[in-house]
């Protein structure tokens, strides 16, 4: 890439802005996201960097976004494994709301299904309990 300098720079700004989001509010972004009218290559990296982005932010209405969209949403099984094992290491300031959040996450279908998704989800949990 030419401009690698501005390049950072955005997604320090974009992070920024993130962090400064309610649930809802990402929940609609993303939203936004998945209606434009790019190619399936562009509109996944995006939505990948959204996601990654997101999971940096470590805030609660950011970690609840991302347990949301690990629960109900319809990624990949990469992108989700990749949330997962990545959800100890970003969380800022795990509550008691967000923590009954990620236990029920545990239970959900596509989580429990895979036994990969499954162990490293429990392993998270842990990590994030042990805090």
Do not use: R
Request: no cysteine; glycine share 4%; net charge negative.
């Amino acid at each position: 890439l030419e401009n690698d300098s501005n390049l950072a720079h955005s997604i320090l700004i974009l992070n920024d802005l993130l962090s400064l989001m309610t649930d809802s509010m990402l929940k609609e972004l993303y939203m936004k996201i998945e209606t434009l009218e790019e190619s399936v290559t562009v509109k996944g990296l995006i939505k990948t960097l959204f996601l990654q982005t997101t999971l940096m932010v470590g805030t609660n209405e950011a970690i609840q976004f991302l347990v949301d969209h690990l629960t109900y949403g319809h990624s990949p099984l990469h992108e989700k494994l990749f949330l997962i094992i990545s959800l100890p290491h970003y969380i800022q300031t795990p509550t008691a709301d967000i923590l009954d959040k990620i236990f029920l996450m545990l239970d959900s279908g596509d989580v429990k299904a895979n036994k990969v998704l499954k162990s490293n989800a429990d392993i998270a949990f842990a990590e994030i309990v042990y805090k």
